[in-house]
């Protein structure tokens, strides 16, 4: 099974099956409501640990998700390619590198967006607020989109994290 990052209460969170789950309710009929919550909840706990004071929030994001892939399977929309590459000889979905939006300071702008060529950020209409929709689509050690941002609501691990790798790497096995 696949893990994918999925933003709930504003940290990126990976969760395994979700692709899987998704696909398999799609088949089921299943459609994006409120009733299907507790269910959808239900399916993600058979792979994941999921703290009981965060099922709420949990439960919402995942609809959410499950909202925007039901919507856009609907609509036709193909997925952006699973294989990210590597970085140094290390799977990119391996490297923590990616971009996290503070949603209280963004104001919508699009600035980043527009400015970044992978294709890591989307905007969301209800919201009015981009998002990262796609992490690894990040280039390891960039952060320009976070300088460009006036209102300073984009935040990147410290380049320090980037050495350890490095250094781990490097380190005899035995």
């Not at 209460?9 to 088949?27: M, V």
């Not at 609809?63 to 590597?86: I, M, V």
């Amino acid at each position: 099974m696949k893990s994918k990052l999925i933003t709930i209460d504003g940290k990126l969170i990976g969760i395994i099956g979700t692709d899987e789950i998704f696909e398999d309710l799609l088949e089921a009929g299943e459609k994006p409501t409120k009733e299907l919550a507790d269910l959808l909840l239900e399916k993600f706990k058979e792979h994941n640990y999921i703290p009981k004071a965060k099922e709420l929030s949990y439960t919402r994001a995942l609809l959410g998700e499950y909202e925007r892939f039901y919507y856009q399977k609907s609509q036709g929309a193909k997925e952006k390619s699973g294989d990210y590459g590597t970085w140094q000889g290390i799977p990119r979905e391996e490297i923590p590198w990616f971009p996290t939006i503070m949603e209280e300071l963004c104001d919508g702008c699009k600035i980043c967006l527009n400015f970044c060529s992978f294709g890591v950020y989307e905007h969301d209409e209800k919201t009015n607020k981009v998002k990262v929709a796609y992490p690894f689509n990040c280039q390891v050690g960039c952060s320009i989109c976070s300088l460009k941002c006036k209102p300073k609501a984009i935040s990147f691990p410290p380049l320090a994290i980037l050495e350890s790798f490095r250094k781990n790497r490097n380190k005899p096995c035995c």
